[in-house]
């Protein structure tokens, strides 16, 4: 197989800010054709990214193009049509988080792929994040996770549901929480959680203590109203702990030590980009080389349906 060819349908914020420039870096892979609804934006980003081929209607993009993947980068309550067309098509495709506005659709969308054996990745970007796979690396040397936090904050007060009311944040967007806490410890076995509305009329704080099955356990601390965006993580082993900003630094402590290792982001990842530094770049390589080899890509969707069944079970698990 030569390139990767790939159809983009949607040429929006997210899909400029990270996922443009990062298959535009990777030397396996072809951006052949894009879509948008709007023909300004549809146009800036041709232009930007020098891409000949530009539709308004995403079937026409895929039916002129006969590529090899599909990108389908929108809203989540605009992306399911999209996914189930493409994946009936027998198309490998890559979405955003969430995977869906329910677990219902996210099952729905994996069994289509599964049995049109289509290959699938929803963007969990963290796990790919240089800091990230470099401190899960040193802890997994000495054993593995006993103990995890995964810590999502925002200011986002007086602002209304998100995509006016389409989806909850839990499921939205503090789900990046959700994911990682599996992707370090495994599956959950119990949860007890708390769900509050403050200032707001939807859930906007979410706190869960979680023990996996492999016996690590890990806490969610997630918060729509507090003082700024902070992402954070934390992972404990045996003898080793790391604390984490996946888009910028971590610092790893070993046997009492004082002072600890520091691992910068921009360092590993050879550049200050967000997009190189955060672990977008290195999810699109992941899945273009996924569609090279052959191979389901570590976030596929059956593995998807795993996160917004934890999603679903932090509402259900209330104390
Ligand atoms: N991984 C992350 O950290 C992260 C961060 C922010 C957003 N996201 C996700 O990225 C996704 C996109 O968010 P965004 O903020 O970039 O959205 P956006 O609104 O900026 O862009 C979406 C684009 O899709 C286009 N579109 C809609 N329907 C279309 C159709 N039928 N055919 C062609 N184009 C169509 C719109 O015209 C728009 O240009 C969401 O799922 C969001 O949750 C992920």
Redesign the pocket.
């Known amino acids: 197989m030569g390139k990767v060819k790939i159809a983009f349908?949607?040429?929006?914020?997210?899909?400029?800010?990270?996922h443009y420039p990062s298959l535009s870096s990777i030397a396996d892979a072809e951006i052949v054709g894009i879509?948008?609804?709007?023909e300004e934006?549809l146009e800036q980003t041709a232009k930007k990214y020098n891409i000949g081929q530009t539709f308004?209607?995403?079937r026409k993009l895929i039916e002129k193009t006969s590529p090899d993947a599909v990108y389908i980068?929108?809203?989540?309550h605009?992306?399911y049509d999209?996914a189930a067309y493409c994946l009936n098509l027998g198309l490998n495709i890559f979405?955003?988080?969430?995977p869906g506005i329910t677990k219902e659709q996210t099952r729905q969308l994996a069994n289509i792929a599964e049995k049109k054996e289509a290959l699938t990745m929803t963007?969990?970007?963290r796990r790919f994040a240089p800091v990230m796979t470099e401190a899960k690396k040193m802890i997994d040397e000495r054993g593995g996770t006993l103990q995890c936090q995964a810590n999502f904050f925002k200011n986002y007060i007086d602002k209304p549901p998100y995509y006016n009311g389409a989806i909850d944040i839990l499921t939205?967007?503090a789900i990046?929480s959700v994911d990682i806490l599996r992707w370090i410890a495994g599956e959950p076995k119990k949860i007890a959680s708390s769900v509050k509305s403050r200032f707001a009329g939807y859930d906007n704080c979410f706190y869960a203590m979680v023990e996996f099955e492999s016996g690590a356990v890990g806490l969610l601390s997630a918060n729509w109203v507090s003082g700024k965006r902070i992402y954070s993580v934390e992972m404990h082993g045996k003898g080793i702990c790391a604390f984490i900003n996946p888009e910028e630094s971590a610092i790893i402590y070993k046997d009492g030590e004082e002072k600890g290792c520091a691992l910068n982001a921009s360092e590993l990842a050879g550049s200050g980009e967000l997009f190189k530094r955060a672990g977008?770049y290195q999810e699109n390589l992941h899945f273009v080389n996924c569609i090279k080899t052959k191979q389901q890509p570590q976030t596929n969707f059956a593995d998807s349906v795993k996160t917004m069944e934890f999603v679903e079970r932090i509402y259900r698990s209330t104390i």
Do not use: R, W
């Open positions: 349908i949607g040429a929006g914020g997210m899909a400029n800010l990270v879509s948008d609804l709007m934006k308004t209607d995403y980068i929108m809203p989540p605009h992306m999209i979405i955003e988080k969430p963007g969990f970007q939205c967007d990046h977008f």
